[in-house]
């Protein structure tokens, strides 16, 4: 068995000033590269950390128990605080950060008059020796070497995919509030500029048409009026490209609006 | 519990022997040992999986050789490193962590980008919905369960809402995290199950042999996070078997505490998982109570003393948690799991379906070399069940643990048996994560009692073991992956991660843009899991007045079956995709495994069927992008 871990207070102070940063943080605008490094430990670590500490007399576990139990408790503070206070108020970024400083501030107030004294600080850094570490530094590097390719890779594989889409919705469905107008869309996802001719028509008259240029991945949208402006009968979208029917989409206004 | 010092690693960890500092670096020397060169190895076989992977996407033939030898590159040499006797503890727990964490990365260099798994899709959809809504018990349509196990996204939206992570961000960094500390968990476990911190490692390369380990269970799911709090349970579960032996119990309400904590946490994340840990305990329990006749015997005042006060817990809190919160989710689930194996089984028994043929999906097969590798891999470890059986029960030393893992290990058998149907094939799939926690520990007692192995230079027998540890992985990943499921590559018909293209991304995108989420939608299997997720839609899978959902797809003419799923079914869309009509499913199956001819079909979905939706009156195609189709059906249901 490995010798039980003491640390003093250093880190229960460590992890309640971590938690505090992690406040400020949230409420004072930094770059998103850094709030993220900075927040991480607040949902994966600390309250896990504190929690150990506060359950756990000084001493009682080994280095590798806490680390396992740190992730495992942090699992089940959001996870049994959330279920709690979804009981009563509902979860968002504000909840989440209070319910987080809440568990772990209040550990760490617990272990520390737990340990009270009991322990002097003897954990030391052990001697680090720059070979190994190098290795690791490499180790590191070439695994993120390993997803920058699988990323590219990735990405590369869906744009070898060459298509457009075409579509007609009535305006405002998504969001339940109908507007009495026809949304068009085109979406240009053939890996390169293209011109497109559109056509509306209803009963095989035209009714608008457009040309236009979409760059790769562009989207072009319109909307038009519907419902009485057209009548019963479905409104056909037709997408030409190189005056060839391409797509072709329709609706039923009489039976949509 | 008393752990042996035979073990270069066994005296106090992290402070190994050679501490000091010395003039020059030898490899090896260090707390780490060799670990960090290791790491290097394990790091460039990572770098070879994922050339491997750039090579399968663009159909290179070369794919193949460079994972395979990706794989066994991350593997072996720890494996080798593992057997070894001179490695320290700390040296034996900084592997297992590498392990963890390199087997991990490459499951993400699959898709790196991205969420492509069925059940990953599933819990993307459930984190989205807490994070939109607040509501942990949203209903989901991709994965049933989600409503009623919420510890996962309960865990990852904080993440992602307080870091700005996307939830494929958050996701990820929460699964490596957990299972970088999985392992370390298992060897802890298992170094108090065997006595022994080199049989702990032993075990963990073992364990990582599993069918489920490489991809299933690093996928972004509850069961990857749940392993890891039964192990913390488990081991709660050890000190406290061993603090109640101690005079004044130093710590016991501490770990009452811990015990509530993990039990509770666990039985909110994952039911499979609760349910065998509970099977666990208990049965350690009552092997405590009635069946230890050894010198181990413990001698305790009260049953609550052993494991029997956790499996009361548990067992109370799970039973809770069914009755009031999840029950029905969970007969779904479960219901769905179990009755599908069982009845595969009765019909194989009975003959009234073929037995599933070894190593063939879909069209796609295992080359020879491949299925020998397999057979290889399984014989080994039914191997080890009966010396490892042999070697616990004729121990005098042997405790009630030790049998419990044994005849877990015993199932592991069973589990086989199941593979011979389509549906069971699931069920030993997700069986496998329990299962071989008994077969590691079992494995781990045989190899430690090797006393030639015990010498310092025994090397060769060394070289020859890890051989053929990375053989028992490497035919692992093989029973439990599929052929096209092992890497990335071109689109598939109905090949699940396979099957995610950038069509069916551009039509979920439109959804989730354009129509009004929750919306009721008809669509095969593989794009119902873009369209469940990204898609914000409520795919129907289930029958509609007793009717197949399938009779709308499968028929030639729409008739009224078909249109009275649509009406009765409260159906809003239909999503069709052409490219079905290319070849059979890969994956066995278009829409359900219940449809006509799931498993069993030589011939792809007549291409007339799918194209006679745009002359069905009602029916109006609002949009397309040449691959995929989707028909708003409110003319043929109001009409």
């Given at each position: 068995?490995?010798r039980?871990?003491?640390?003093g207070?250093r880190?229960?102070?460590a992890?309640?000033a971590?938690s505090?940063?992690?406040?400020?943080?949230?409420?004072?605008?930094?770059?998103?590269?850094?709030?993220?490094?900075?927040?991480?430990?607040l949902?994966?670590?600390?309250?896990?950390?504190?929690?150990a500490?506060?359950?756990?007399p000084?001493?009682?576990?080994?280095?590798?128990e806490?680390?396992?139990?740190t992730?495992?408790?942090s699992?089940?503070?959001?996870?049994l605080?959330?279920?709690?206070?979804q009981?009563?108020?509902?979860?968002d970024?504000g909840?989440?950060?209070g319910?987080?400083l809440?568990?772990?501030?209040?550990?760490c107030?617990v272990?520390?008059?737990?340990?009270?004294?009991?322990?002097?600080?003897?954990?030391?850094?052990?001697?680090?020796?720059?070979?190994?570490?190098?290795?690791?530094?490499v180790?590191?590097?070439?695994?993120?070497?390993?997803?920058?390719?699988?990323?590219?890779?990735?990405?590369?594989?869906?744009?070898?995919?060459?298509?457009?889409?075409?579509?007609?919705?009535?305006?405002?469905?998504?969001s339940?509030?109908?507007?009495?107008?026809?949304?068009?869309?085109?979406q240009?996802?053939e890996?390169?500029?293209?011109r497109y001719?559109l056509?509306?028509?209803?009963?095989?008259?035209?009714?608008?048409?457009?040309?236009f240029?979409?760059?790769?991945?562009?989207?072009?949208?319109?909307?038009?009026?519907?419902?009485s402006?057209?009548?019963?009968?479905?409104?056909?979208?037709?997408l030409?490209?190189n005056?060839?029917?391409?797509?072709?989409?329709?609706?039923?206004?009489g039976?949509?609006f | 519990?008393?752990?042996?010092?035979?073990?270069?690693?066994?005296?106090?960890a992290g402070?190994?022997?050679?501490?000091s500092?010395?003039?020059r670096?030898?490899?090896?020397?260090?707390p780490?040992?060799?670990?960090?060169?290791?790491?290097l190895?394990a790091?460039?076989g990572v770098?070879?999986v994922?050339?491997?992977?750039?090579?399968?996407?663009?159909?290179?033939?070369?794919?193949?050789?460079?994972?395979?030898?990706?794989?066994?590159?991350?593997?072996?040499?720890?494996?080798?490193r593992?057997?070894?006797?001179?490695?320290?503890?700390?040296?034996?727990?900084?592997?297992?962590?590498l392990l963890g964490?390199?087997?991990f990365?490459?499951?993400v260099?699959?898709?790196?980008?991205s969420?492509?798994?069925y059940?990953?899709?599933?819990?993307w959809?459930?984190?989205?919905?807490?994070?939109q809504t607040?509501?942990?018990?949203?209903?989901?349509?991709?994965?049933?369960t989600t409503?009623?196990?919420?510890?996962?996204?309960?865990?990852?939206?904080?993440?992602?809402?307080?870091?700005?992570?996307?939830?494929?961000?958050?996701?990820?960094?929460?699964?490596?995290?957990?299972?970088?500390?999985?392992m370390?968990?298992l060897f802890?476990?298992?170094?108090?199950?065997t006595r022994s911190?080199?049989?702990?490692?032993?075990?963990?390369a073992?364990?990582a042999?599993?069918?489920?380990?490489?991809?299933?269970?690093?996928?972004?799911?509850?069961?990857?996070v749940?392993?890891l709090?039964?192990?913390?349970?488990?081991?709660?579960?050890?000190?406290?078997?061993?603090?109640?032996?101690l005079?004044?119990?130093?710590?016991?309400?501490?770990?009452?505490?811990?015990?509530?904590?993990?039990?509770?946490?666990?039985?909110?994340?994952?039911?499979?998982?609760?349910?065998?840990?509970?099977?666990?305990l208990a049965?350690?329990?009552?092997?405590?109570?009635?069946?230890?006749?050894?010198?181990?015997?413990?001698?305790?005042?009260?049953?609550?003393?052993?494991?029997?006060?956790p499996?009361?817990?548990?067992?109370?809190?799970?039973?809770?948690?069914?009755?009031?919160?999840?029950g029905?989710?969970?007969?779904?689930e479960?219901?769905?799991?179990?009755?599908g194996?069982?009845r595969s089984?009765?019909?194989?028994?009975?003959?009234?379906?073929?037995?599933k043929?070894?190593?063939?999906?879909g069209?796609?097969?295992?080359?020879?070399?491949e299925?020998?590798i397999?057979?290889?891999s399984v014989?080994?470890l039914?191997?080890?069940i009966?010396?490892?059986?042999?070697?616990?029960?004729r121990?005098?030393?042997?405790?009630?643990l030790?049998?419990?893992l044994?005849?877990?290990?015993?199932?592991?058998?069973?589990?086989?048996g199941?593979?011979?149907?389509?549906?069971?094939?699931?069920?030993?799939?997700?069986?496998?994560?329990?299962?071989?926690l008994?077969?590691?520990?079992?494995?781990?007692?045989?190899?430690?009692d090797?006393s030639?192995?015990?010498r310092e230079?025994?090397r060769?027998g060394?070289?020859?073991?890890?051989?053929?540890a990375?053989?028992?992985?490497?035919?692992?990943?093989?029973?439990?992956?599929?052929?096209?499921?092992?890497?990335?590559?071109?689109?598939l018909?109905?090949?699940e991660?396979?099957?995610?293209?950038?069509?069916?991304?551009?039509a979920?995108?439109?959804a989730?843009?354009?129509?009004?989420?929750?919306?009721?939608?008809?669509?095969?299997?593989a794009?119902?899991?873009?369209?469940?997720?990204?898609?914000?839609?409520?795919?129907?899978t289930?029958?509609?007045d007793?009717?197949?959902?399938?009779?709308?797809f499968?028929?030639?003419?729409?008739?009224?079956?078909?249109?009275?799923?649509?009406?009765?079914?409260?159906?809003?869309?239909?999503?069709?995709?052409?490219?079905l009509?290319?070849?059979p499913?890969v994956?066995?199956?278009?829409?359900?495994?219940?449809?006509?001819?799931?498993f069993?079909?030589?011939?792809?979905?007549?291409?007339?069927a799918?194209?006679?939706?745009?002359?069905?009156p009602g029916?109006?195609?609002?949009?397309a992008n040449?691959?995929?189709?989707?028909?708003?059906?409110?003319?043929?249901?109001?009409?």
């Amino acid at each position: 068995l490995s010798r039980p871990s003491v640390l003093g207070e250093r880190d229960l102070v460590a992890v309640a000033a971590l938690s505090v940063v992690g406040l400020l943080v949230t409420v004072i605008p930094f770059p998103d590269w850094f709030r993220a490094i900075v927040l991480m430990p607040l949902v994966i670590v600390l309250p896990g950390y504190a929690l150990a500490a506060a359950i756990f007399p000084p001493g009682f576990v080994t280095r590798e128990e806490r680390t396992v139990f740190t992730i495992a408790f942090s699992i089940g503070a959001a996870a049994l605080g959330g279920l709690l206070l979804q009981l009563v108020v509902r979860l968002d970024r504000g909840t989440w950060l209070g319910l987080l400083l809440v568990v772990t501030l209040a550990a760490c107030a617990v272990a520390l008059s737990r340990r009270n004294g009991q322990f002097t600080a003897t954990w030391k850094m052990p001697p680090i020796d720059p070979v190994p570490v190098a290795a690791i530094v490499v180790a590191v590097a070439i695994g993120g070497a390993a997803l920058a390719i699988a990323s590219n890779s990735a990405s590369r594989q869906l744009d070898r995919s060459h298509f457009s889409a075409l579509w007609i919705v009535p305006k405002g469905i998504n969001s339940g509030r109908s507007a009495n107008q026809l949304e068009i869309g085109v979406q240009n996802h053939e890996g390169r500029s293209l011109r497109y001719r559109l056509r509306i028509s209803h009963h095989s008259a035209t009714v608008r048409k457009w040309k236009f240029r979409l760059g790769s991945g562009q989207l072009w949208q319109t909307s038009l009026p519907a419902g009485s402006a057209f009548g019963n009968g479905p409104v056909v979208a037709t997408l030409f490209r190189n005056d060839v029917i391409y797509r072709r989409v329709a609706i039923d206004t009489g039976a949509s609006f | 519990m008393a752990l042996e010092t035979a073990d270069a690693g066994a005296t106090l960890a992290g402070a190994p022997a050679d501490v000091s500092r010395q003039a020059r670096y030898r490899p090896g020397s260090g707390p780490l040992g060799f670990a960090p060169v290791l790491a290097l190895v394990a790091a460039i076989g990572v770098l070879l999986v994922a050339v491997g992977d750039d090579a399968a996407r663009t159909g290179s033939s070369l794919a193949q050789p460079l994972f395979w030898l990706g794989l066994v590159a991350t593997y072996a040499p720890i494996a080798f490193r593992l057997l070894s006797a001179s490695a320290s503890r700390t040296e034996r727990i900084a592997l297992v962590a590498l392990l963890g964490g390199a087997l991990f990365l490459v499951k993400v260099l699959y898709s790196p980008n991205s969420f492509v798994f069925y059940d990953e899709l599933g819990w993307w959809r459930a984190t989205h919905d807490l994070l939109q809504t607040g509501d942990p018990f949203s209903s989901n349509p991709l994965v049933v369960t989600t409503p009623g196990f919420p510890g996962l996204d309960l865990f990852t939206a904080p993440l992602a809402q307080l870091a700005k992570l996307s939830i494929f961000d958050a996701g990820t960094i929460v699964i490596g995290v957990v299972r970088t500390a999985l392992m370390v968990a298992l060897f802890l476990f298992l170094e108090r199950a065997t006595r022994s911190s080199r049989a702990a490692g032993i075990g963990v390369a073992v364990y990582a042999c599993n069918p489920s380990f490489l991809y299933f269970n690093g996928q972004f799911a509850y069961e990857s996070v749940a392993l890891l709090l039964g192990l913390s349970l488990l081991l709660v579960t050890v000190r406290w078997v061993e603090s109640a032996g101690l005079a004044g119990g130093r710590g016991m309400r501490s770990l009452i505490a811990a015990m509530l904590l993990l039990a509770f946490t666990l039985t909110v994340t994952h039911h499979m998982t609760s349910y065998a840990i509970f099977a666990l305990l208990a049965g350690w329990a009552a092997f405590d109570e009635f069946g230890d006749n050894t010198e181990n015997a413990p001698a305790r005042e009260s049953l609550l003393d052993g494991p029997a006060l956790p499996a009361i817990l548990l067992g109370l809190m799970a039973s809770a948690w069914f009755l009031f919160v999840a029950g029905g989710v969970t007969i779904t689930e479960l219901g769905d799991v179990f009755t599908g194996a069982i009845r595969s089984a009765v019909d194989l028994v009975f003959g009234g379906s073929a037995p599933k043929r070894p190593f063939e999906a879909g069209g796609q097969s295992n080359t020879w070399p491949e299925r020998l590798i397999a057979v290889a891999s399984v014989l080994s470890l039914l191997l080890v069940i009966p010396l490892g059986l042999r070697r616990i029960w004729r121990s005098s030393a042997s405790d009630s643990l030790q049998r419990v893992l044994a005849l877990i290990a015993v199932l592991y058998v069973v589990t086989l048996g199941l593979r011979l149907t389509h549906n069971g094939t699931e069920t030993s799939q997700r069986a496998s994560e329990f299962v071989f926690l008994g077969l590691a520990f079992l494995a781990a007692m045989v190899l430690k009692d090797l006393s030639w192995l015990r010498r310092e230079r025994a090397r060769v027998g060394m070289l020859a073991l890890a051989g053929l540890a990375t053989l028992v992985f490497v035919g692992g990943f093989i029973v439990g992956e599929p052929p096209q499921g092992r890497q990335p590559g071109p689109f598939l018909v109905s090949a699940e991660r396979r099957s995610v293209s950038a069509q069916g991304i551009a039509a979920a995108e439109f959804a989730a843009a354009e129509l009004p989420p929750g919306s009721r939608v008809l669509v095969d299997h593989a794009n119902a899991t873009l369209i469940g997720s990204y898609g914000e839609l409520d795919p129907v899978t289930r029958r509609v007045d007793g009717i197949s959902i399938t009779r709308v797809f499968f028929d030639r003419n729409l008739g009224r079956p078909a249109r009275r799923v649509i009406r009765n079914g409260h159906i809003d869309y239909l999503i069709v995709d052409r490219r079905l009509s290319r070849t059979p499913p890969v994956g066995g199956y278009y829409f359900t495994q219940q449809e006509p001819g799931a498993f069993s079909r030589a011939t792809p979905i007549s291409r007339a069927a799918l194209n006679k939706f745009p002359t069905v009156p009602g029916l109006k195609k609002i949009y397309a992008n040449g691959a995929i189709a989707i028909y708003d059906t409110s003319g043929l249901r109001f009409g």
